[in-house]
């Protein structure tokens, strides 16, 4: 039974949308301020589940997380997918023209840059979290203030949105692991995509020696990303996601790649959230 | 001939060190806020080359890097490996007992944050970039301030260094392109690293293909990164790396690629710098 969850930010940021639209029935939350606190509250046992972003469609995976679930055995035992949209948001009664400061995640400034090259009266500084500032205005009735969140943490803050949508890319889909100590028990006729890692050399054709098995498996490939393995010259640890029709596919795949490649490992068994 | 080179941050910043490393002659430098800057710079014809860190061993690639450098058309012609250490850094004749903050980029930060955990008095401030807040201490005096910035920064803004290579994981290897607006010249024999960017669908074994290709061909993989095609469902597009022996095995593998893959783009041709 999963109750209570960690995720990373404050109440309405995405991590929490995540909660709330990927668990049927809402669960109590522990609010961490970075990814290592959120892996430690799991380790500890203070939650059942905590939430992380793995990668987005602008700046591609996140590589800190996977190597913090890599590295601390965790398991992903879910998916979620989310349209990150960015809201600019006020107290209530206040116009654009009363704005001074916004803050916000450097990313979030990032990618609302253009937007505010209407409006150069308005300084932009850089925060820690985007629903954090959300909060800090309306704690702290900060007039001329605005943030850049969640149209959730307008809500949760009761917030004026003053322009909905402003970021450049207006597709930003990112994807959210669910994240247990255990593998998840849900039904193998259930399971039709799992992320895996191994290692293999710089030597020619290793890697596509095993995308080969894959293909034979029936396995599609979603994602792969390589990433040199530190201190080890010319090896490379490879973090491939698949999907398959049948589960049996997959572990007859995996029992191939176990010989042939190096420090197989499963991060995780799951739904596709993508169908 | 490159005289001028834009470089995102100041000097002293780690770009800065890439252009006194790769060109053998001291270059003119503008100093760009943001890689966008960088690349208006370069499409301005403001300068003749910039320089653009595209991946590092903790966080991976840098997919917005890539992004701009394939949006606008630009040509990586050479790469540079550094690796990053991050020092603590105080106006001359203070010590750890007196600095209060410590002002650097999100990034440095939290690669340094298990070193501050033995200094709880010290407040450490996110900022935009490393080597400018040791540039502000030293125009503005400012005691009892801290930068975790390079050996570089504190050379050149005279700061004495308090504590050496503090991230928590000391092998920090970032590689870094020099871009221009056109392909380099440099001759094909010297030519043994290409960056080149396809697409492929989602179907069962369509990458593998293509390895398999380069693979036949000679081409040694050393980066692969795949990346979802914004608003193209099960379509996704391929960053890679390869190096080969013979540029002639380089371009028979491209005109197969060309007839199998789709939108098939040479981003840069150059001379790998880890032999």
């Known amino acids: 039974m999963i109750n209570t969850v960690a995720i990373q930010g ?106 505010f090259k209407k409006y150069p009266h308005i300084k932009l500084v850089e925060d820690k979290d985007t629903a954090e500032v959300a909060q800090r205005i309306r704690e702290q009735n900060l007039q001329g203030i605005g943030a850049i969140a969640s149209l959730k943490a307008a809500e949760i803050f009761n917030l004026d949105i003053l322009a909905k949508s402003i970021q450049t890319i207006k597709s930003n889909e990112t994807r959210f692991a669910i994240v247990k100590r255990k593998n998840s028990e849900i039904p193998e006729n259930e399971i039709n995509k799992a992320s895996i890692k ?25 994602k792969i990303q390589s990433l040199p393995i530190i201190d080890t010259p010319w090896k490379y640890a490879f973090f491939v996601d698949v999907t398959f029709a049948a589960y049996a596919d997959f572990k007859k795949a995996q029992s191939v790649i176990e010989i042939m490649g190096q420090s197989f490992k499963i991060l995780g068994e799951y739904k596709n959230a993508k169908l």
Chains 1, 2 share one sequence.
Do not use: W
């Open 198 to 222: 191994f290692e293999a050399d710089h030597k020619r054709g290793s890697l596509a020696t095993i995308l080969n098995v894959m293909s034979d498996c029936k396995l599609n490939l979603t």
């Open 10 to 115: 404050v109440k309405g940021s995405f991590h929490h949308i995540v909660s709330e639209q990927f668990f049927e029935q809402p669960k109590d939350i522990i609010e961490c301020e970075t990814f290592d606190e959120v892996v430690d509250s799991l380790l500890a046992g203070q939650c059942d589940a905590a939430i992380m972003a793995l990668e987005n469609s602008i700046a591609g995976s996140i590589i800190p997380n996977y190597a913090l679930i890599d590295n601390h055995g965790l398991h992903i035992v879910g998916e979620h997918y989310v349209d990150v949209q960015h809201n600019l948001m006020v107290l209530p009664g206040q116009e654009i023209e009363n704005i001074k400061e916004v803050y916000s995640h450097p990313m979030a400034l990032l990618q609302c840059k253009e937007f």
